[in-house]
C-alpha cells in the first residue's frame, strides 16, 4: 500500500497487518519521494504479482495526481480499479455550512490550483473574476497574501465574501471568515494550518446563518446522533 500524508491513522489501522505500507505524502515543498518514483512503484509491485493499494486523501482525480499515476499504470499493462473520493471542496463546504452553488447567487462553481505544474505560482486571476461563480483555491493558503492582493488588483472587489476552511471535516477543522481585503491579516493572526481551502464568493456569506443550526458544530444529544462540538469559527 502506497500511501499519502492526508490518509489518518484510523483509516491506516484498518488495512491488514500483512500489508506493507509505504509513505509517499506530499506537503508543500516536502516530498517523501519525487511523482516519478511513485509512479514507478506502483508499476514495480503490480508486475511483482502483488495487490497494491494506492491511498490518497479526498478524490485523486481532482489535483491528486491520480491521472498521471493511472497513464503509467495502463503504459506497462497494469490493470486496475478506482474507487471513487469526496475532494476536499465538497467536504470543506459542507463541514463549514458555506454552499458552492445557490440559485440566487452563484450559478457556478470553480475548482483553482495555486500552483501550476512547474510549482510556479497561478496568476490567471481573470478566470477566477465572475462575481455569479463559487471560486475554490486548493493548496493556496501559504501563498494567500499574494492571492489576494493579485486578485484586487485584476479587478476583484475588496468586500468579496471569503473563507478559510482548514483541517476540512476533520475533529481539528477551524473556519475563518472575512472578506479578500482583510482576510490575509486575519490569517496572520489567526494561523491556521494547512491543509486548508480558500473560498471565495458571496455563498460565503451564509455560512453565519447555517452554521449556527448545524449539529456538526455545537453539542447535541437526540435520538439521531450525539457528538461533541468540532469545528471552530474564527470571525
Known amino acids: 500500500m502506497l500511501y499519502d500524508s492526508l490518509v489518518s491513522e484510523d483509516i491506516l489501522d484498518m488495512c491488514s497487518q500483512q500489508a506493507t505500507k509505504i509513505f509517499v505524502g506530499k506537503r508543500c515543498d516536502n516530498h517523501a519521494l519525487p511523482q516519478e518514483q511513485i509512479n514507478q512503484l506502483l508499476v514495480t509491485h503490480a508486475q511483482a504479482g502483488k495487490c497494491v493499494m494506492r491511498l490518497k ?56 490550483t495555486a ?27 501559504n501563498r494567500l497574501a499574494g492571492l489576494t492582493e493579485g486578485l484586487i ?52 456569506n451564509l455560512h453565519q446563518q447555517l452554521a449556527d443550526y448545524n449539529l456538526a458544530n455545537i453539542e447535541v444529544q437526540h435520538r439521531f446522533t450525539q457528538q461533541q462540538k468540532k469545528a471552530e469559527l474564527i470571525a
Open 153 to 204: 488588483r485584476a479587478g476583484q472587489a475588496g468586500d468579496t465574501p471569503f473563507a478559510v476552511v482548514s483541517h476540512a471535516s476533520l475533529p481539528t477543522q477551524q473556519v475563518l471568515i472575512g472578506t479578500l481585503d482583510d482576510i490575509a491579516a486575519k490569517q496572520l493572526l489567526a494561523k491556521l494550518p494547512t491543509p486548508a481551502l480558500l473560498i471565495m464568493g458571496d455563498v460565503v
Open 115 to 141: 500552483f501550476k505544474k512547474t510549482n510556479c505560482p497561478n496568476e490567471d486571476f481573470s478566470e477566477m473574476l465572475d462575481p455569479t461563480q463559487t471560486v475554490v483555491l486548493y493548496m493556496g493558503l
Open 57 to 112: 486523501g479526498g478524490d485523486p482525480f481532482i489535483f491528486g495526481r491520480g491521472g498521471e499515476e493511472l497513464q503509467t499504470v495502463v503504459e506497462n499493462g497494469v490493470y486496475f480499479e478506482s474507487i471513487p473520493g469526496i475532494t476536499a471542496a465538497s467536504a470543506a463546504a459542507s463541514s463549514s455550512s458555506i454552499p458552492l452553488t445557490h440559485r440566487h447567487c452563484a450559478q457556478s462553481v470553480k475548482f483553482i
